[in-house]
């Protein structure tokens, strides 16, 4: 897609991981960022793999072998880039605490104050209870409830894009004020510096590299 938007709005992130505790140094390994404006609309979406400076976990789960990353940038190659996407935008995910406290916990490893709150975001796991019926909350079953097209599994963009189709649900069903609608006033000013790493190519699985947008 074209430039991002600077439009207020949303930013769906989804991180795939080599664990799950970061109190056991597990890293991220592969992000995906999707902007939606403030009605809905996607606006723009980047994702690359990271190389986590360590062995990859759980290859069956994520899928990602060491041949996927060799190429890839850093974390602190795309830091910047991260930042400057996550900026002015509320925060939204499919298990917002996850993969909030391991983009806080990237930038953290960097010495950056990039904390998420994921209090100050939108978790579509936590809202299925108001807006979609029955259990279990996954991914995959939330989607399913929604009549949302989910394909494939574990890789960061596709998880992205099926999460930010949850959100656009959501506001479907909540009308014209979402109940979350605070969190736009919650949104923090740009910090600075900023982080370095603004010019790190990004990496897909499958895809050649690209430069970030910009």
Known sequence: MGPMSQTPGYVVV????TGFRTSEEDRIIEIGVIHLDAAGEV?????????PER???????????AAHVR?????????????????????????????ARFISYEFGRLGIDR????????????????????DPRT????CA???????????????????AGLLRHYMRRAGPVPPWRRLFDLVPP??????????????????????PPP
Request: charged share 20%.
């Open 55 to 65: 062995d990859l976990g759980p290859e069956h789960v994520h899928g990602i072998t």
């Open 14 to 17: 989804d991180v795939e991981t």
């Open 115 to 134: 904390a998420l709150d994921h209090r100050h975001g939108v978790c579509t796991m936590s809202w299925a209870a108001h807006f979609l019926p029955g």
């Open 190 to 211: 740009a910090r600075t510096p900023e982080p370095p790493g603004t010019a790190a190519r990004w990496l897909r699985r499958g895809v050649p590299a690209e430069p």
């Open 145 to 163: 409830a929604a009549g949302i097209p989910l394909n494939g599994r574990h890789e960061a963009l596709l998880d992205a894009r099926a999460a």
């Open 43 to 51: 606006t723009g979406e980047w994702a690359t793999l990271v190389d």
């Open 71 to 99: 190429d890839a940038p850093r974390f602190t190659d795309i830091a910047g880039t991260l930042a400057a996407l996550l900026h002015g935008r509320v925060v939204a995910a499919h298990n917002l605490p996850f993969d």
């Open 139 to 142: 991914l995959a079953h939330c």
